[in-house]
């Protein structure tokens, strides 16, 4: 485990390191983006609609029981951009194309695509590596955002339609609009890069590692899917410590 | 040395003492060759002798145990030499990128390392082509998924030529292939050595290609070089092991037809 992480965090740097050559690289990084949003844009704004939905319908009746009711624009609004907001893209966008890359750059790596790279002095870190890396980190918090305000929508319209809290929407989101500050969305925005980051390397580096034929390539999938969910659900808990302690 | 300097210039290999050792599997056992800069040198061995192990430290694509790979006098790990020379390596497989279209593998050299044009490389990328028999203008466009394993093999030959390499590694360059385009193959390595005289090593296990255009030979047997000299004096080897396997040949005890 203590070899993969610095296997992880020496990948990390490394393609850092190859950020100069961004420029050379950029139609990759713009087919992966197109691939990223294309691909999952649809599922975040459902996923979401019904993350909002959900939070609404649980805390609603509470909150209406108590007396409570003009608050749950604020409840929906700080959850979902603080926590759910970015923890279920992430989750979602590792299980999506966490492992595509992980499969694709596996599958390269056993059938030797890899070393014919490296026989033409093309590094796989900046051919592959660096481009996903990037496209991920920049996809992934403008999902985050589409999934936030779907996600309010989401709580507006449970709380709109739903008999046993039947608040309107002016006063869900004048709530949400009181309680809900734009540091609140920055917040969001700089856990799902970091989260960004750990799926991007957590794929790429098992993709890389990949040895034998498609069980290889299965197992490296499984893994990179498990490793970067454990990460970012661990990684959660001390980022929302660490931001919390910043914005005191 | 400089880009202009290198050009089509070939390149000296020298293997000292060479030992590998998969977790408890030894493959190479210190393998000592040189190669001359401009011949064509061929390896052969029975399987599993430790053939594409020891192509895969020349181009630097294993690190050693023990001993070292030296080009042109340079050890293969060292700082910049893999920059300095223009290697290229044909895989057994081809080992095409199957997310590219054939013309973006063969010009995928030039154009991550900004080499040439956008016309200059399309340009290259159809006379490379061209050289190994893929004319048509349609080829450029298929994906490898669609190729014969004959086809891929030497789009994966015509992507090394683009290097302009001054060293070419062939790992079983006729394996898969049948007997005409194997003639050709070996033909396109022949041109190549008289036309930009680099040098190429080759791994195979087709004798009639061997001794058709090697200047020099060796022979791998457990992960040792049993034989390393000409071809007329592998022939005139007396050891029967050598023998055995220069003279196997497919007879089987109750063949249904023969030719």
């Known amino acids: 485990m203590f070899q993969d992480i610095g296997e992880m965090l020496l990948l990390f740097v490394r393609t850092m390191r190859a950020l100069p050559y961004l420029w050379v690289e950029r139609r990759k990084v713009f087919d992966q983006l197109f691939e990223i949003g294309n691909a999952s844009l649809l599922m975040a704004c459902i996923l979401s609609l019904f993350i909002g939905g959900v939070l609404a319908l649980q805390t609603g009746p509470v909150m209406v029981e108590r007396g409570l009711a003009n608050f749950i624009g604020g409840i929906v609004g700080l959850s979902m951009c603080k926590e759910l907001g970015p923890v279920m893209m992430s989750v979602l966008i590792a299980g999506r194309i966490g492992s595509a890359m992980a499969a694709e750059i596996g599958s390269m790596a056993v059938y030797q695509e890899i070393d014919a790279l490296r026989t033409m002095n093309i590094s796989p870190i900046r051919y592959l590596v660096l481009p996903r890396l990037v496209a991920i980190s920049c996809a992934l918090p403008m999902l985050v955002i589409f999934a936030i305000l779907v996600g309010w929508i989401g709580g507006a319209m449970v709380c709109a339609f739903n008999k046993d809290i039947a608040i309107t929407f002016s006063t869900y989101f004048n709530n949400l609009r009181d309680v809900v500050e734009f540091k609140d969305i920055i917040n969001g925005m700089v856990k799902s890069m970091v989260f960004a980051g750990v799926i991007g390397v957590v794929s790429c580096h098992q993709g890389l590692q990949t040895i034998g034929g498609p069980r290889g390539i299965g197992r490296s999938v499984t893994k990179a899917v498990v490793n970067s969910i454990v990460v970012i659900l661990l990684l959660d808990y001390f980022l929302t410590h660490l931001l919390f302690e910043i914005q005191k | ?259």
């Open chain 2, 1 to 259: 040395m400089s880009d202009a300097t290198t050009a089509r210039q070939s390149v000296q290999v020298q293997i000292r003492g060479l030992c590998k050792k998969f977790y408890d599997a030894e493959v190479l056992h210190g393998v000592d060759l040189n190669i001359e800069a401009g011949e064509i040198f061929v390896i052969m061995g029975p399987s599993g002798s430790g053939k594409s192990v020891l192509l895969k430290h020349i181009i630097g694509l294993e690190k050693p145990d023990k001993g070292e790979i030296l080009i042109e006098g340079e050890p293969i790990q060292g700082e910049g030499v893999l920059e300095k020379y223009r290697l290229a390596m044909v895989f057994q497989s081809g080992a095409l990128f199957n997310s590219l279209s054939v013309g973006d593998n063969v010009g995928l050299y030039l154009r991550e390392h900004q080499l040439k044009s956008e016309e200059e490389i399309e340009r290259i990328v159809a006379e490379k082509l061209e050289l190994v028999g893929l004319k048509d203008a349609e080829d450029r466009s298929k994906m490898p998924s669609e190729l014969s394993g004959g086809m891929k093999k030497r789009v994966a030959l015509a992507r090394a030529l683009a290097m302009d390499p001054q060293l070419i590694l062939y790992d079983e360059p006729t394996s898969e292939l049948d007997p005409v385009i194997s003639v050709t193959i070996g033909e396109e390595i022949l041109n190549l050595q008289k036309r930009v005289h680099v040098t190429s090593i080759v791994v195979t296990h087709d004798r009639d290609l061997a001794f058709g255009i090697a200047d020099h030979m060796a022979l791998i047997h457990d992960g040792r070089i049993v034989f390393a000299g000409t071809p007329a004096q592998l022939r005139a080897q007396k050891d029967p092991a050598i023998q055995e396997f220069l003279k196997a040949e497919m007879k089987l005890k109750n063949p249904k037809e023969t030719l």
